[in-house]
């Protein structure tokens, strides 16, 4: 295939590595800066520096941006992608995005397939992008109204790049689950190293501190928008982790050892039963 990676940051970037290394597809980037895609050329990461002109001359199309910049991309575009080909977005939320980029494909006479990559690193731009990031990892995928060959055609691809499985879902309940094991960890992360001891935990901290704190170096306009996006579904998820919180605090205000080993025995079967 003439694959089109829009956005060459980790996530795209990683595509095109990934692509370069795994696969025979022909891959051209595009970015609003030039350095990335210099340094993508030059690493033999794509094929060629490519603009939005070459959209009707490719057959699937990774959108590897923020996800308003995805619709918004597509909205000024779409009458240049080919008839027929793909489009795909990374986005980390999906009830607006497939709602919006479906339209957007009935419009212009392409197929969209939602797909959300579960990996990533902290730190973020092509620099730190990896052939292997995927390597392993869950790729979600959500059909949205595709037919089934262009769901496969997706699945198998990014099963060709390493992906250790493919998890098909809804919009709704991507956003859900997604509010319960991505963003609420890092709100939680964030929290927990604003308090004021953080600055001392030099000396005083070992793998607790790293396990919580680790997804705190967070690119906040990024998550912003995904936090924002996903705003029902979080406050959700959010309400409940308060709730259990709220719960503990109770227990060891009130001296009540019974209560605290119950809610900590509680959480210690839930972890045991999953095997983890």
Known sequence: MKIAVVGLGIIGGSYCKAIKKYTNHYV??????????????????????????????????????????????IRDNGDKIKKGAIVTDTSGIKTE?????????????????GVHPMAGKEKNGFDVSDADLYKGASCIVIPCDAKEEAVKLVSDFNLSLGFGGIKISTPEEHDR???????????LACAYVLSPNCMNHKGFSAGSYRDVSRVANINAELWSELFLDNKKPLLKELDTLISNIQSMEDAISNNDKEKLMALLSKGHEIKEALGE
């Open 97 to 113: 995005i497939c709602s919006d980029l479906t339209d957007l494909s009935h419009k212009y006479g392409f197929t969209f397939v």
């Open 177 to 187: 689950m997604i509010s319960f094991t991505s963003q609420l960890p890092h709100i």
């Open 28 to 73: 051209i980037g595009i970015n609003r800066s030039p350095l990335p895609l210099e340094k993508a050329y030059n690493c033999g990461a794509i094929d060629k520096i490519g603009t939005v002109n070459d959209l009707s001359d490719v057959d699937l199309v990774i959108l590897g941006v923020y996800p308003g910049a995805a619709v918004q991309f």
